[in-house]
Structure formats: C-alpha cells, structure tokens
C-alpha cells in the first residue's frame, strides 16, 4: 500500500506539518478508528472528545490542535473538511487500485441475474439471490441467504461534498457496504457506501423498493424499511424497528431499538424511546386543507 | 402439478389437519378466490364473510374454524399467517418451477431496447415499446401499445413477511403483474407482483417515474400517477383519478373515480367520493416555521 | 429533414390551415424559441406575450389566433394542447429517424461501466465517468468530469400527455437533456428530456440519489439536491441553491439563487428572495399527532 510522509501529504492537500515530519501515513479513517499509521480529520471541537488515543496524525485547525494530546503530528489547515476532502482523493488512487486487484469471492449456491455487475473485491455469502440488473460496487459484503431484487445499486458514493468558494469539492468515498445474513433488499433500492468505513446492515433486516440508504448508516438486526424511505448520512437505526413508507430521517440521527415510525414522517430529531411516532398533515377536502393553511399564514 | 395431502400440508406447516386428511391440495389462494383444489388462510373474522364457498381447505385457528360452515377441511395453527408464510414456502417450488417452463409470447412488433431482462412466462403484447435496462419477472403480462421506459423493474416480490419471534418470516410471492393496453410506465418504477392473485394496471393508465406500485394494487383505467407516488399492498385506485408527485397510499385503501390527490399528500383513508384533496404543511420561511412548530407543541 | 406544407399539417392534426397554405414547416418548437420553418402552439392567452416574433405557423384557437399579429398562418382548432400532442407523434418519425443516424461522440478518457446504454446521438465529454447499468437516452449531452452513478437514466420521455374524452394523449418529446460540467448525478436518478427544447442541468450542479428531474427543468450552476427529491415540469432553480431530501417542487416555479430549501418541503409557489425555508409537520409520540389533527379537523 502506497504510503505518504507526513510532509507529502501536507503539500499535496494545502497544510502545514507539525510534529515529525517523516511519519509514514497509509491510510485516511474516521477520527474515531485512526490507528497509527493513519490520518483523520476534526472539524469541531466536539470531535476531539471521541478522537482515537492512537491516531498518527491530524487534519485539523491550529485552535483545534491546541486541545489535542493524544498525538502531536498534525497537518494545520483553515478548513479541515475541505482538507479532508483533498485527502480522500489522495488515497483513493490506492484504494481503487486495491479494489481492481482482489477477485470477488462467491459462497455456495448464489444465483445471479442476467445483465447484473458485480464489481472486484466483494464477498458473496452462501445461497445468496442477486436478480437481474443489479449494480454492486467494489468493496460490497453480503451475508448468506441474502436476496437483492432487480435494479438496486449497493456501493455508490455518498452525498458528501466540501463547500467552497467556487463551487463544491467531492469526497471520494473510501469504504464499502456490509450487508448481514438474511437480509432481503427490494427493487430499485440505493445503498452508499461509506465516507470513512462501512455502511452497515445488520442480519434480518427487510427493506423494500425504491429506499435510499445514506453512506455510513447502520441499521440494526431485523429491522424493517417500507418503499421509499430513505435516510441522509450516518444516521443510525436500532433493532426491530418498523420504518414505514415515505419516511425521511436527518442525518447523524439516532433512533433506538422497538421505534416505529409511520408513514411519511420526517424525522428531525433522535428517538430514544421504544414507541410509536408519527407527523403528518392530515389528508382533506382541498377547499378544507386551503382554510388551514390561510390560519397557519395568519 | 405438484400436489400434498392435507395431512402432508399441514405437517409442512406446522399444523393439525382436520378433516379429510386426503384432502389433495395443490395450490395456495386468496380467501375470496379459492377454489376446491386449493387452501387459503383466514386470519380475523372478518375475512369469513368474504370466504369462497368452494375452499378446498382453510388454515385458520380453532376458534375461527368454529365459525366457518362452508367447507369441514381445516389445518389448525396458532398463528395463521405465519402458517401462509410457510404454505407460500411450499408452493413456491412449483410456481417457480412452472415458471421457468413456460416460454415467454411476445406479440408483434415489440421492440426491445439493450439489457432488458425478460424472464420466462410472461406476455408481452402487440407494439410494446421496452426500452434499456428494463427487469420483468415471470408472470407479467403487459396488453398492446404499453411502454416501459429504462431501469424499471417490473413483477418483483412484494413486501411481505409474517413477524415471529425471531425476525421476519418471507412471504413468497406466488401472483403476477396484468398490465393493460396503452399504458405508460416511466424510468426507475418499480412495480410489485401480488402475494396470491395479481397486481394489476388496467387500460390507458400513465405511470411517471420512480413511482411504487405495491403488491396486489389495482389501478383503474385511465388513472394518472406522478413521479415519486407511492402504494402499499392492495391498495385499490379508481378510473380517471390524477395522483401527483410524491403522494403516498397507505395499504388496504380504496379510491373512487375521478379523484385528484394533490403532491405529497398522505391517503389515510378511502376517499370514496370523487373531488380534489390534499394535506400539504405549507412552505413558509423557516424561522416561521419554527413558530409554528412551537405553536403545535404547546 | 422532412417537412409538410401548412395544409398537410392541418389535416393530419385536424385543424383548419389558415394563411399561407404551401407556408413549409420542418419543427415543431416551443411558442418562446420558434423560427420561420417551425410551428408552435399557444393554448391561453399569456402566452402571446411571449410568442416568437418570427414564428413560421401557431396552433392555436380562432379567438386566440384574432390576438396574435406576429404571423398570418394558423392551424386553428378547438384544443391547441391536444393538437400539439398530435403535432409531436406527427414530428417524431422524423427526429427518431435523425437520432437514429448520427452516432454518439466520445470525449478523450471516458470511463463506461458494464451494461450501460448510450443511444445514437449524444455528446460525452472529456473524463467522464459512467457507472454500471446507466441507461442514457438519445440528444443527451455530458460536459466535462461529469459522473454519473449505477442505475441511473438519464433522456427518458416526460409525463406529458393530453386529456380526451377517451383517456390521455401522450406528447412525444422531441428535446433533449444537456448536462454539463463537472456535475455528478448518484445512483437510480431519473432526468427526462424536454418535451420541446432541453432539460438543463448546469455546470457543478451536485445530484443525489433517486432524484427525479422532469422535463424542461433548469438546474443552476452549484446547486446541489439530495436524495429522493423531485421537480415537476419546467421547474426553473438558480445558482448555489441547496435542495435537502424528499423535497417535491410544483411544475413551472423559479426559485431564486442562494436558496435553501429544508427536506421534505413541498414548494408551492415560486421562490423569489435568497434564504431558507421549509414547511415539515413536526414528528411526535404518534398519541400527540392524532390529538393534533383532531384539533385541524375541527
């Protein structure tokens, strides 16, 4: 694996080096599961809290830096995300060349579809069902006993992008997809793969046609996902709940084991409570829905 | 056709057989529709109302069987529709098998567009228009004039499962998609096949993209359904109505004639008389959102 | 490129030729960009405002045709709408015929996934990366280093049809979508070309997954929309707008520069001022939502 000093990469993304300047870096992680001869990236100050004790560098601003112990390499820069986003495409040459060079590994008994692409460096469990164009990027998993309906993408890139002046800076998305056991994913369904990491699906879990799933989501053990529903990035779902149809969910939300959300909620805040949650305007005479609205206005 | 003795279906599913016990079962039904070679399931009392009279067998629990006079073939279970969910296990050997056999009948005139998929056993009339990337199950039949644009998957299993324990028990999907004539379905739409019976979308109905037909819906003829809509299962939608953009159509709801629902509505309920609803929070700036929003709350 | 005589457009729409009979005319254009060798309609009166100075033939009715002094010759009929739809099935032989014969160019480094479609007649520019299964519809342009994700379709026919007594007429669309650089489009996104003219999607405009973009809509440069949000027809959004998810936009609405629309907004009217708006029910314990709308309906 390719690797870069601290200095190279310090150049090569806009920064200043602090600390040794030789310190070999291979590999761009999430601040949370930086090891050491890895670089991440802090943003706010709230991140330093859950910031690796073991990190070998990082990304971040001087203010930052000044409340950061754990390592004294970093590489100082005004806007850490945009730094970030300059990284990842840096290490993305080497990841893609990795992903073009491991053989994807098939289990037992998987069927696959006519015209559907599996892509390098995937691990397809045992009796897994793929149907008819399906697009799998690299880096995908997908656990025994697995179905895939026909029209689903797994792998793509997130929706992350760096603002700037002129224009915004992509995010090469650096980790994969894994899918459990007993997992069925329904027709025309998107799953990203993950920024930093894994988007995670855990076993059991059903979800139907036409769902967004965002990079870095975890949704957990035999939780159920209704059409069109979708999730923004990093938003966590616990065990056994029941998403209906048409449901949003903000990113970076939580929602906890036994959460029912019925149709066509938008989920703006983090659910801690088993229970059911609802907010949808109620359907009526058009005439009728206008009065309400003219109150609303007032 | 492969076919199972009362006795030998209920020992598949779980079940005690009551009656004769040679019974020859060789099909799985909907309640309303099952014929005397044939089984169904009755969950709650208000599906014996509409029980065929002519069912070869019911699987149903005790005291539901009390109150059914029409046929002496029982099997008995705690959880019926855990029971259909096993029974649709069984026979779906046989539906896919038949499925594979039959040669897929294409009328004159079709036109086929690059990677499209059409599995075995469907009917694809005169002048149908299947452009690229198109996925069709088994089991689709689509009437003369009728269009399919790109990446729509047409006839994949619905969303069903039996809840138990232990996660989520699938539903194998045993029906089809009937499509009419002159119909219009957009890019990226997906279209589910029925648990038993078909879904189904008669004569002149346009489709726009990235719409959600769920399983064992009907759409009456010449129905207009935007972008984005959505169904659950066996919802039923008259002739002549106008959904717009992003509406969405909770299960087991029926529609009359000529109703026009407005974007991004939620249908709750039947709408059973024809006219225009809506139920639309409206935009407003976001900070008087928030007081709004605060108002409700209090 | 074929073309009719006034008279022979008139018998094949059913209108009545009013002008210069032998008036040659090869296209059919919106009423906005018409030339002398191009007809259009015009169906209400605000649109005579607008109409081309330098228009070769209007559909339209003997009322509206009274008010329009730019050119002598009409197809006059009872329902210009309706005509129109007629008049693009009567245009369309000839524009597939064209599309069918001019082959696609290819920039220099262009990447193309498996099982992806290119029809006859687009334009791919430099760098270009296109994903699996992508299926692209003839008349698409993609300017420079744009992406495009697995699944996506991009020149699938609008949902334009006119009403009849007798169902929908569909409106052949003839346009095209222009793309241009530096934009990426996410997985199973639907853009469809225009009916007249193209679909716009500007330089570094950033598209999520599952977005549905119709007919005739403008996108400004840096304007990013994500996941599962959706335009009606001829929906015109700025520069440097940020569209969230599920939001829906009404056909026909400008919306401003600088704009920040919340998700799952439904835009209803145009928005004219830069900032950020919304219009969302709040999620609740499903207990609270239905004493809320107990509280509406009253």
């Known amino acids: 694996m390719e690797s870069f000093t601290l200095e190279q990469l310090a150049k090569l993304i806009g920064g200043t080096p602090l600390g040794s300047f030789d310190q070999k870096i291979s590999h761009l992680q999430d601040s949370r599961a930086c090891d050491s001869s890895s670089v991440c990236y802090v943003k706010e100050k709230k991140f330093i809290d859950t910031l690796s004790q073991d990190a070998g560098a990082v990304i971040t601003t001087k203010d930052l830096a000044a409340h950061i112990t754990s390592t004294e390499n970093f ?3 005004d806007d850490p995300y945009l730094a970030y986003a300059k990284a990842s495409k840096v290490f993305s ?4 060349e990795e992903n073009k060079k491991v053989e994807t590994k098939f289990g037992d008994n998987v069927k ?17 069902l793929i149907h008819d164009n399906v697009s799998i990027y690299s880096c995908t998993h997908i656990g025994d006993n697995s179905i895939i309906h026909s029209g689903t993408v797994i ?10 002046g002129d224009g915004w800076h992509k995010i090469e998305h650096l980790g994969g997809v894994k899918i459990g056991k007993n997992v069925e994913i329904g027709a025309s369904t998107a799953v990203d793969r993950g920024a930093l990491g894994n988007t995670v699906i855990e076993d059991g879990v059903k979800i139907d046609n036409k769902v967004h799933i965002a ?8 939780t159920a996902i209704a059409g069109m529903s979708g999730t923004a990035g990093s938003v966590r779902i616990g065990k056994n709940c029941q998403i209906a149809g048409q449901v949003g969910i903000i990113g970076h939300i939580e929602i906890a084991d036994n959460v029912t959300v019925m149709a066509k909620t938008l989920v703006t805040k983090s659910l801690k409570e088993a229970g059911v949650y609802s907010g949808v305007m109620p359907i009526q005479k058009h005439k009728d829905s206008l009065k309400f609205i003219a109150k609303i206005k007032k």
């Open 75 to 77: 590489i100082i820069v």
């Open 93 to 96: 040459a080497a990841y893609n």
């Open 112 to 128: 696959i579809g006519q015209n559907s692409v599996i892509n390098p460096n995937c691990v397809i469990g045992n009796n897994v």
């Open 155 to 164: 792998g793509s890139d997130g929706f992350g992008y760096a603002p700037t």
């Open 215 to 222: 990079h870095n989501t975890i949704i957990g053990e035999n």
